[in-house]
């Protein structure tokens, strides 16, 4: 045994090399910064998430005096079936994962067909973990935002059929509000989905996982931040445009 050598290293690192946790650690710091950014955006280059703030309470205005309200409640049901979607699909990815963590020797096979040698079966387990962590929480953050939208419709439906109603705008602030939380949550759930897919190339090693992070770290950069659809969102934002709530543009009072 070399005296020099330190017995705590081991210990510490176990299965993973020092690449394997300076990859780990960047996913997890990608992950976190990208949510934190997206959600509190620099006030003179918002996110599609921040922007959208504004047009979901733009749409509770409008919906104090749309007669009738079919259609924003085909937009809740749309909304309410899209987290239900993602969740059933996230459930089923941990089955998988908790499945196949019990039988890495599969990956072992895949690992030896691309030559990364021989890699421990505890090592395999580590990095189905952390993609189960991600979709795991994807899966609770998706089931939340469904419960939210539920809330909302029931706030939706509280909202008087009368618009001069004092009791109108209020409610329809407070739907406005659970809409954009659920929205939020929605949001949060398909970032872990976007991170799990990139933790799935720690598979082909640090490397891999440093690669993929940092694709997954530009895909979501750039559809919050300098996507086709956040410039259409920019060219008329809800607020800025002078309309009073609940009022079409040819509805204004000439001043």
Same mark, same amino acid.
């Given at each position: 045994m070399n005296p020099n *050598? *330190?017995? &705590?290293?081991p210990l510490v690192l176990g299965p993973l090399s020092p690449a394997d946790l300076a990859a780990l650690l960047w996913l997890f710091l990608a992950w976190f910064g990208i949510g934190w950014i997206t959600e509190r955006p620099p006030r003179r280059h918002p996110s599609v998430s921040a922007l959208m703030k504004a047009y979901r309470r733009e749409w509770m205005r409008q919906f104090i005096t749309r007669d009738p309200r079919i259609f924003d409640s085909n937009i809740l049901t749309t909304l309410r079936e899209? #987290?239900?979607f993602f969740a059933s699909a996230c459930l089923i990815a941990v089955g998988g994962g908790l499945a196949l963590i019990g039988n890495t020797d599969q990956l072992a096979g895949v690992a030896? %067909?691309?030559d990364l040698g021989h890699v421990p079966a505890l090592k395999w387990e580590i990095k189905i973990v952390v993609v189960l962590f991600f979709v795991a929480n994807a899966l609770l953050r998706f089931v939340w935002s469904h419960r939210l939208f539920g809330y909302c419709a029931i706030i939706m439906a509280s909202v008087p059929n009368e618009p001069e109603d004092p009791r109108a705008m209020p409610l329809a602030m407070q739907a406005a509000d &659970? /809409? &954009? #939380?659920a929205a939020? *949550? +929605? /949001?949060s759930g398909l970032r872990c989905v976007y +991170?799990? !897919?990139g933790a799935l190339g720690w598979l082909a090693g640090p490397l891999g996982l440093f690669l993929a992070t940092s694709y997954v770290l530009f895909i979501s950069w750039r559809r919050e931040f300098a996507s086709h659809s956040r410039r259409a969102l !920019? %060219? !008329?934002?809800?607020g800025e445009t002078g309309l009073l709530p609940g009022k079409a543009e040819g509805d204004q009072p000439r001043r």
């Open positions: *050598s *330190s017995p &705590i290293a899209g #987290t239900a030896r %067909q691309f &659970i /809409n &954009i #939380t939020k *949550s +929605f /949001n +991170f799990a !897919l !920019l %060219q !008329l934002v809800p």
